[in-house]
């Protein structure tokens, strides 16, 4: 490890992080969340009535709402008016003290109150500043409160989920926000490396649409936009169980097996051998397969489909999850049968290896909105503080130590932040590969490591557009996943390819995997193993279901986890079937990527060596609803699918314009803006109807909003929304994204030969280089292994096969 990493107090704790918290919306409250979960003193500011969220429903005995107390668990509270000179005196003094400030203004607002990103490092020139907004920091449009579905709309995201033939869909709860706090927190450890720190720019809008990024690719290879597949068409479906529903999920090669689950001898006809003929004869073999699933229960199918090694996943409700053995086994979950407030264990945390605090929210400060002083922390849960001179008024230090190349921090102004961190990258497909795409991105040096014969299957994959054509060429996708990486072979099944890793673990920082748990204990690369060839190493696992547990070893992918995470069970139309984000999107294998580069990051960062970070996918999804498995445990609320309307919002959906398949969502959350909505579409009778109206009468608003909508294109749905003052945003298919120089000026998506996609997030002080292209199969065995790379030692032997592919197996 290069001498850029924060040295950490001598006991191994790290360092205490003070945060300041001025977000109104859902993903700067996430990012506050993780801090404080992981010990760090975050206070909430809040508005002289309090945060809106407080009060909105569904609330528990208190009425405190569930969603509060899931994004504000753990944090500390202080009343702030911005607008006020007084308060942002005192505000001021808390940022003297702080690392890092998270806020959600858009520009006018940060204008008017002296909290713009640059006016803020002007007065605190070490502050790291995390922007989390719907365009950008410095969009006129960011004004708007940060919505995930008009970020999907906008994104491209929304035109993905759902039934071709009917509405867009925005994913269950706050997904876009979630995803977005994850890269917030990630560019908060990439800026806190730089010499003297930097504001990171994170867009909810570019977030959904770095989700979406493979209908980039896709549409530069071929001039075909994807569009929504919903579950039932292509080879993966959803079918309906006696019980509920499972997903059918296979690859082309396990046919024999689909064949011995189900039974049937239809099945077993020689004309549906190929891939190709299964297609085409669908219609007479998929009835045979929904009349076997209708007499089955849901579990019964999963766990007999996942013995034979099939990736199947059944839609688990919350009630489903509350009983989960999995979940219980790990205590993810908070056990029903004994208490109904999570203090019974569970913790609804998102990784494993790291410490983790699920306390309750903070109450309203008095009416005083007396300042709150940092408190005097000496080590919270594992966490060591920086003591910093309180001698300051109001308790506030007078001055925050100057961040130095022993702090962690990059000491070249054109370095990446992560320069000198050397990753070696086992991760495959998706939710491993892409991490460590990420990590290169901003300059770590990830090697990844290959088999000859079973190299990764991301190299084969089939294109969104493709159908369930097989690829014999080298995929496009491939690039997007793998860009900016080193690439070497070695046999992990031999003893001199053992061998040769351990020599790269010595001289490495950090090694990520997403294969079936087990495997990597048979081919002697397990934690205890690498552990002792180096105890600093940081080591990422990227699993299914986590290293322990009855249901470790399942195999997954990304829409397994979907159904098996509770997403798919919210996801959806109003009291019709769960939806997943079909397998075009593979939402979890996004979302998982960006926190684990975040974790690596966050452990670089603060010296946390010798980490083993063992993450779910399936928990971390369902972590993204704390809320209502909160609300589940204390009231028995079993939630189901809502379409697009979300608590706090009334509209909140997406209404068809004219034109094929053309949409705009609407999002309003005040009195106002509800009035303006009814004015311009001429529902002047709707105009001083309360919020709760709306909400209890949707058909009515909705068919007003859509009888104005239906006649206009979007365009001019959007000018005349916009100059009313009413939140929207078109729904953009991947074609409109790839014109809408938004996304091009802030380098989502990286034009070239293929396309690829880009970065979630801007900083101020350093734009990443374009990467390398991802390397061809051992292209670099020679400079690795023969020692001319950092991580490597002299005399390595090119190795040929071993690694084992992640197809039809572990998880992406």
């Known amino acids: 490890m290069s001498g850029r990493q924060r040295t950490g107090a001598r006991d191994g704790r790290h360092r205490l992080l003070r945060v300041v918290e001025l977000a109104d919306g859902v993903a700067g409250q996430v990012c506050g969340r993780l801090f404080a979960g992981l010990g760090h003193s975050v206070i909430k500011c809040e508005p002289p009535g309090g945060d809106p969220l407080r009060t909105q429903e569904p609330v528990d005995a208190d009425g405190v709402g569930y969603t509060f107390a899931a994004l504000n668990a753990d944090k500390r509270s202080v009343r702030l008016d911005p607008g006020n000179p007084d308060d942002r005196e005192r505000l001021s003094g808390l940022l003297a003290a702080a690392d890092l400030v998270i806020t959600d203004f858009g520009p006018a607002r940060a204008a008017a109150t002296g909290l713009s990103p640059d006016r803020l490092r002007s007065a605190h020139p070490r502050l790291v500043v995390v922007a989390i907004t719907p365009y950008g920091a410095t969009d006129a449009r960011s004004d708007a409160y940060g919505d995930s579905l008009l970020a999907e709309a906008y994104g491209g995201l ?107 001898p239809a099945l077993a006809d020689p004309r549906l051998h190929s891939d190709e003929a299964r297609s085409e004869l669908v219609d007479s073999w998929w009835p045979v397969v929904e009349r076997w699933a209708a007499q089955r229960p849901k579990r019964e199918i999963y766990d007999r489909a996942q013995r034979l090694g099939l990736p199947f996943g059944y839609c688990a409700d919350l009630a489903d999850l509350a009983a989960d053995p999995q979940y219980r086994a790990r205590s993810f979950m908070p056990d029903p049968g004994r208490d109904t407030d999570g203090s019974s264990g569970g913790r609804l945390a998102p990784v494993v290896g790291l410490p983790w605090r699920c306390g309750p929210p903070p109450s309203l400060p008095g009416d005083d909105g007396a300042a709150m002083p940092w408190p005097d922390l000496g080590a919270v849960d594992g966490v060591a503080a920086s003591r910093p001179d309180l001698s300051a008024t109001d308790g506030v230090a007078a001055s925050r130590p100057v961040p130095s190349a022993a702090d962690g921090v990059v000491d070249g102004g054109d370095q990446g932040p992560l320069a000198g961190v050397v990753v070696l990258d086992l991760g495959t497909i998706t939710a491993g590969a892409a991490t460590g795409r990420l990590l290169a991105d901003y300059g770590a040096t990830v090697i990844k490591i290959e088999a000859t014969a079973r190299p990764d299957a991301f190299r084969v994959w089939p294109a969104p557009t493709a159908g369930d054509a097989e690829v014999t060429e080298e995929s496009p996708l491939f690039e997007s996943n793998n860009a900016g990486k080193l690439g070497i072979t070695l046999d992990l099944k031999t003893s001199s390819g053992r061998a040769a890793m351990r020599r790269l673990v010595e001289r490495s920082d950090v090694l990520i995997e997403n294969f079936t748990v087990g495997v990597t204990h048979r081919l002697g690369v397990d934690y205890p193993t690498l552990r002792e060839v180096n105890p600093r190493l940081i080591y990422l696992s990227l699993s299914s279901q986590g290293q322990s547990g009855p249901e470790s070893g ?55 060596r010798g980490t083993y970070l063992d993450v779910s996918q399936r928990e971390l999804v369902s972590w993204t609803l704390a809320d209502r498995i909160t609300e589940h445990l204390a009231a028995g609320t079993v939630p189901g699918p809502t379409g697009n309307r979300r608590p706090g919002s009334t509209p909140h959906d997406v209404y068809r314009c004219a ?21 311009l579409v001429g529902a002047d009778r709707l105009a001083d109807r309360p919020a709760r109206w709306w909400e209890l009468n949707h058909d009515e ?55 690829k996609k880009g970065y979630p997030l801007r900083l101020f002080g350093y734009e990443p280089p374009p990467p390398r292209p991802a390397p061809r199969i051992g292209e670099h065995n020679a400079d690795v292994l023969d020692g001319h790379r950092p991580g490597a030692d002299a005399g390595f032997a090119a190795e040929t096969t071993g690694v084992p592919s992640q197809q039809a197996g572990g998880s992406t």
């Open 554 to 608: 399942i195999r997954s992918y990304g829409s397994t986890l979907d159904l098996l995470s509770g997403l798919a069970s919210i996801t959806g139309y109003p009291g019709d079937h769960p939806m997943w984000s079909s397998a075009d999107i593979n939402y979890p294998d996004q979302l998982v990527s960006l926190f684990g580069a975040g974790l690596i990051a966050y452990c670089v960062t603060q010296d946390l």
């Open 659 to 679: 034109g094929e398949d053309r949409w705009i969502a609407l999002a309003c959350r005040t009195d106002a803006e509800r009035a303006a909505l009814a004015a």
């Open 158 to 264: 929304a035109a993905m989920v759902g039934e071709p033939a009917r509405a867009p869909l925005s994913l269950g709860g706050e997904q876009t926000a979630h995803a977005a706090a994850f890269v917030g927190f990630f560019g908060a450890m990439l800026a806190s490396r730089r010499p003297s720190g930097d504001v990171v720019d994170v867009a909810l809008c570019d977030v959904a649409a770095y989700i979406d990024w493979k209908s980039d690719v896709v549409y530069a290879e071929t001039g075909q936009f994807p569009g929504r597949t919903g579950t039932n068409s292509g080879r993966w479906r959803i079918v309906r169980a006696v019980d509920g529903w499972v997903g059918f999920i296979y690859q082309p090669e396990q046919w024999d097996s689909v064949v011995t689950l189900v039974g049937d």
């Open 701 to 755: 608003v909705d068919a007003a909003i859509s009888a104005w909508t239906r006649r206009r294109e979007t365009g001019e749905c959007l000018r005349e929304l916009e100059q009313a003052g009413i939140p929207c945003a078109p729904v953009r298919t991947a074609r409109e994204r790839a014109e809408d120089p938004h996304f091009r000026r802030r380098r989502v998506f990286l034009d070239g030969s293929p396309r």
